[in-house]
């Protein structure tokens, strides 16, 4: 089974900046599309960016379109979140994901992923 470790969260003024990395098992990585979500107190987990295979054409949350920036680097078995002019309301645990569907899915939704990281906490002051 694929296991996800979640790296690089914390305390950081608005405005600033942070880069989340997921470090993946598995010789397969490049196998899977990837993604970021995350899940603040009291709220459910919501979706915050995906990429393919490839890394090609990218997909974003409208909350973080512009500002934050989905990568990946299959040869280090890595993906990463890199997360510009940050917003209090940025606050999260951060989660990676992977998913077993390579072909047409909703990549929108936690149940089209199939391995989770246990998360990274973001901090976003006012």
């Known amino acids: 089974q694929v296991q996800l470790v979640e790296s690089g969260g914390g305390l950081v003024q608005a405005g600033g900046s942070l880069r989340l990395s997921c470090a993946a098992s598995?010789?397969?990585?490049?196998?899977?599309?990837v993604a970021w979500f995350r899940q603040a107190p009291g709220k459910e987990r919501e979706f915050v960016a995906a990429l393919s295979l490839s890394g090609i054409n990218p997909l974003y949350a409208d909350s973080v379109k512009d500002r934050f920036t989905i990568s990946r680097d299959n040869a280090k078995n890595t993906v990463y979140l890199q997360m510009d002019s940050l917003k209090p309301e940025d606050t999260a645990v951060y989660y990676c994901a992977l998913t077993r569907y390579s072909g047409s899915y909703n990549r929108y939704t936690t149940k089209n992923y199939h391995y989770w990281g246990q998360g990274t906490q973001v901090t976003v002051s006012s």
């Open positions: 598995g010789r397969t990585f490049s196998s899977y599309n």
